[in-house]
Structure formats: structure tokens, C-alpha cells
């Protein structure tokens, strides 16, 4: 069973950065991919980014595309997401989910991270 534990969260204004950090435990991690997820007050879970085994593929939604990017270290058994270009909109409890199979935006990640605050103010 796999731990995760994000971290980076705060408050920013807007056009700020932030990076968040996702920290693996109780896994072979690189047996993982990893998804980021956002959900923001009255408004369903959204996802944000994923990676593959290794890194070599990511996904983004539409509305981050261009402004976060999601990185891993398998070594470290860490992943990443740094956010640039913060915007008020981006306001959300940020988590990292982990799954053996399937890659992208889909439901279903075998583990949850507990999450991070990010604000952004305008």
C-alpha cells in the first residue's frame, strides 16, 4: 500500500508561483502513476495533471495546460507540480493520487493524498 503526502501549499497572489511536492512511501513507486487533483469550494474534483511510470508522457487539463508542469523523481520518490501563472481561479484543496494501471483523468486512482491548501488572491 502506497502513502502520499503533499506539501507546498499556501497563499500566493495572483501571477505568483508555488510548487507543490507529492512524498511516496510503502510502494515501488515507479510502479505508479501519479495524478494531480484539485477541488475547489462547491465544485466537484478536477483533475489537473498526470504522469507516467517514468515520467516520458503527461497529461494537463485545458484550463493549467501551458502553466503547471508535473515532474517526478523516481529515486526520491517524489513528484512534483509547479505552478505558474497563478490565477484566483486555481483556489483549491490540491491532492496526488497514485495508480498501477491507468494513466490520465479517470476516477479511480488506487491512493489518496490528504491534500494541500492553495489560495490565490487577487
Known amino acids: 500500500q502506497v502513502q502520499l503526502v503533499e506539501s507546498g501549499g499556501g497563499l500566493v497572489q495572483a501571477g505568483g508561483s508555488l510548487r507543490l511536492s507529492c512524498a511516496a512511501s510503502?510502494?515501488?513507486?515507479?510502479?505508479?502513476?501519479i495524478g494531480w487533483f484539485r477541488r475547489a469550494p462547491g465544485k466537484e474534483r478536477e483533475f489537473v495533471a498526470g504522469?507516467?511510470?517514468?515520467?516520458?508522457?503527461?497529461y494537463y487539463s485545458d484550463s493549467v495546460e501551458g502553466r503547471f508542469t508535473i515532474s517526478r523523481d523516481n529515486a526520491k520518490n517524489m513528484v512534483y507540480l509547479q505552478m505558474n501563472s497563478l490565477k484566483p481561479e486555481d483556489t483549491a484543496v490540491y491532492y496526488c493520487?497514485?495508480?498501477?494501471?491507468?494513466?490520465?483523468?479517470?476516477?479511480?486512482?488506487?491512493?489518496w493524498g490528504q491534500g494541500t491548501q492553495v489560495t490565490v488572491s487577487s
Open positions: 493520487a497514485a495508480d498501477l494501471v491507468r494513466l490520465g483523468n479517470h476516477p479511480d486512482y488506487d491512493y
Open positions: 510503502g510502494g515501488t513507486f515507479s510502479r505508479y502513476v
Open positions: 504522469i507516467s511510470w517514468k515520467g516520458g508522457a503527461t
